[in-house]
């Protein structure tokens, strides 16, 4: 039985996993960290427990916490944190329990009551775990609370570790690929129960047994694309039900169940076949089969140099034949839907556009006002990275179709939130005095939100794919220097990257944008991995 953070097991093209990408900041959730007799960042600790650090009951690491229980009032045993979560996002809790005696249990509470332990389970550790999607942006109490049972005589102790998802130990680790859940329900006999995930050649990618009684399971897998056979096997040849008991299992991959089962004998078998690699299921996003394999397990800036390695070789297709790509792939089939030149600077999200521009016989050209022409838009500047340089300067994956006329009011100017607007374009994207709050005094283009997210994702693309040279850009031009910070992992100057993580999770991937990347893929050879994967994004930065 595989649990934890700690126990994800890489095998062959899969990864067990106990907890997916949304990350929370539950502090010493390994519980590392200690002064004397406390564990650090728990900031309730109610009369009725006493915590020692334990150093030889460990599920992993080198400590867990030791939780002895003295009272039987239930609201006097609570071991507590407060953490930020966001609006709509889902977080997989979990915590490692080991009973002792099995006359108490603990229960795992995130923001409100949720499971129980199983403290029959004795002398072994166990799981609780709970998924949460909260509806607005807020603070919450997570932890556990401690209930005595029948037979409890005034002092027992529990031992919890791996309260995940844990930012102090390192971060859970993601699914870049298919992300599958076998739910299992075991019988009177969960300990006859076991699975495997085989792969094309027979081999075991994934596996679970030695499974508690009459308990609900719920294994998170990652497998890359290809062929596989799920198969859940009972020792003493009866199955999972329904003559000792209830038991079944299901297989997901989102809302698509993959194999289900109950009745059978010794062995059950499923065969499933996953493709597309974009870990959702839909085929909305055919990033190509194993395009991310190797970012599998890591984070921070290893993620983000790793994502260079994969992206950096793409093949420039020279600046001329952009105007090839905007006649194929730069069309408006998402507002208007009138197959027009999308211009991001004019496009009205919300009504009709004040004018539209007809591919190739539009093309900048001369214009004297907004309306006359579309042209080419670095919306990384390139002045920025010195010109007409390649393979840069020809990169569509941030060079997009714009009015000539707002494209030179944008100039290279950073791009920025405007407190006072000296130009607005007919839909609204300004140029102007950066706003206060953005920490920055010098003028700024803002564009529609409809778009900041898709410019954001195209500034991380570019922090990446150009992780070799981009610490050197700094100094180019006064707006280069104030944007970026002359490094090759962070890139931008703080400022920046806050505006760029803000406009990132407010306009969400959207269904232009996956199939511009994929545009892009096919005529240049890379991919953002921005769009492809936004959850690189937070991880990175």
């Given at each position: 039985m595989l649990h934890g953070k700690y126990k994800t097991k890489l095998l062959g093209s899969a990864i067990l996993l106990a907890?997916?990408?949304?990350?929370?900041?539950?502090?010493?959730?390994?519980?590392?960290?200690?002064?004397?007799?406390?564990?650090?960042?728990?900031?309730?600790?109610?009369?009725?427990?006493?915590?020692?650090?334990s150093t030889s009951t460990v599920k992993s690491g080198s400590s867990a916490a030791a939780i002895n229980v003295t009272t039987a009032s239930q609201s006097n045993t609570d071991l507590l944190q407060q953490i930020s979560v966001e609006a709509g996002?889902?977080?997989?809790?979990?915590?490692?329990?080991?009973?002792?005696?099995?006359?108490?249990?603990?229960?795992?509470?995130?923001?409100?009551?949720?499971?129980?332990?199983?403290?029959?389970?004795?002398?072994?550790?166990?799981?609780?775990?709970?998924?949460?999607?909260?509806?607005?942006?807020?603070?919450?109490?997570?932890?556990?609370?401690?209930?005595?049972?029948?037979?409890?005589?005034?002092?027992?102790?529990?031992?919890?570790?791996?309260?995940?998802?844990?930012?102090?130990?390192?971060?859970?680790?993601?699914?870049?690929?298919?992300?599958?859940?076998?739910?299992?329900?075991?019988?009177?006999?969960?300990?006859?129960?076991?699975?495997?995930?085989?792969?094309?050649?027979?081999?075991?990618?994934?596996?679970?047994?030695?499974?508690?009684?009459?308990?609900?399971?719920?294994?998170?897998?990652?497998?890359?694309?290809?062929?596989?056979?799920?198969?859940?096997?009972?020792?003493?040849?009866?199955?999972?039900?329904?003559?000792?008991?209830?038991g079944s299992y299901t297989l997901t991959q989102g809302s698509t169940e993959l194999a289900n089962g109950a009745s059978f004998n010794s062995t059950d078998s499923t065969s499933f076949t996953l493709g597309g690699g974009s870990g959702d299921g839909?085929?909305?996003?055919?990033?190509?089969?194993?395009?991310?394999?190797?970012?599998?397990?890591?984070?921070?800036?290893?993620?983000?140099?790793?994502?260079?390695?994969?992206?950096?070789?793409?093949?420039?297709?020279?600046?001329?034949?952009?105007?090839?790509?905007?006649?194929?792939?730069?069309?408006?089939?998402?507002?208007?839907?009138?197959?027009?030149?999308?211009?991001?600077?004019?496009?009205?999200?919300?009504?009709?556009?004040?004018?539209?521009?007809?591919?190739?016989?539009?093309?900048?050209?001369?214009?004297?006002?907004?309306?006359?022409?579309?042209?080419?838009?670095?919306?990384?500047?390139?002045?920025?990275?010195?010109?007409?340089?390649?393979?840069?300067?020809?990169?569509?994956?941030h060079i997009y179709a714009t009015d000539g006329y707002v494209n030179s009011k944008r100039s290279n100017y950073p791009f920025g939130e405007v407190a006072s607007a000296s130009f607005t374009s007919t839909n609204g994207s300004k140029v102007g005095t950066a706003t206060s709050s953005l920490n920055y005094s010098g003028t700024v283009f803002e564009p529609i939100d409809e778009f900041k997210g898709d410019f954001a994702r195209a500034y991380f693309y570019m922090a990446t794919r150009y992780e070799n040279v981009i610490g050197s850009w700094q100094n180019n031009t006064t707006a280069s220097n104030a944007v970026l910070n002359g490094t090759s992992n962070q890139v931008f100057e703080s400022w920046v990257v806050t505006m760029l993580l803000n406009w990132h999770n407010a306009d969400p991937v959207s269904q232009m944008e996956l199939d511009r990347n994929q545009a892009v893929y096919e005529f240049q050879g890379n991919r953002n991995p921005y769009i492809d994967h936004p959850e690189f994004v937070d991880m990175i930065w």
């Open positions: 907890a997916l990408p949304t990350m929370a900041n539950v502090a010493n959730g390994d519980f590392e960290q200690w002064t004397g007799n406390t564990p650090s960042s728990w900031t309730t600790i109610d009369s009725g427990i006493s915590l020692t650090h996002k889902t977080y997989e809790f979990s915590v490692d329990v080991y009973h002792t005696e099995g006359k108490v249990k603990a229960r795992l509470y995130i923001d409100g009551y949720q499971g129980y332990s199983n403290q029959a389970q004795t002398n072994q550790w166990q799981t609780i775990s709970h998924s949460y999607t909260p509806s607005s942006n807020k603070i919450i109490n997570v932890g556990l609370r401690f209930y005595d049972v029948s037979g409890f005589d005034g002092s027992e102790t529990v031992y919890i570790d791996n309260f995940l998802p844990n930012t102090d130990g390192g971060s859970a680790t993601s699914c870049n690929d298919n992300s599958l859940t076998l739910t299992l329900n075991t019988d009177n006999y969960g300990s006859e129960t076991s699975w495997a995930v085989n792969n094309d050649q027979g081999s075991s990618v994934a596996n679970g047994s030695g499974y508690a009684s009459n308990t609900q399971y719920n294994e998170q897998l990652c497998l890359t694309d290809g062929a596989y056979t799920l198969v859940v096997s009972d020792s003493y040849g009866d199955g999972m039900c329904c003559n000792v008991g209830n839909d085929g909305t996003n055919p990033t190509p089969t194993g395009y991310y394999v190797t970012t599998q397990g890591l984070s921070g800036y290893a993620l983000k140099t790793e994502l260079y390695n994969i992206i950096n070789n793409h093949s420039s297709q020279g600046y001329s034949a952009i105007w090839n790509f905007y006649d194929s792939s730069a069309r408006d089939k998402y507002f208007e839907n009138d197959n027009s030149i999308l211009d991001m600077y004019s496009e009205k999200t919300n009504g009709s556009d004040s004018y539209t521009y007809t591919a190739v016989s539009d093309q900048c050209g001369n214009y004297s006002g907004e309306g006359n022409c579309y042209n080419r838009e670095h919306s990384f500047p390139k002045s920025w990275f010195g010109g007409t340089n390649e393979p840069m300067n020809s990169d569509v994956h």
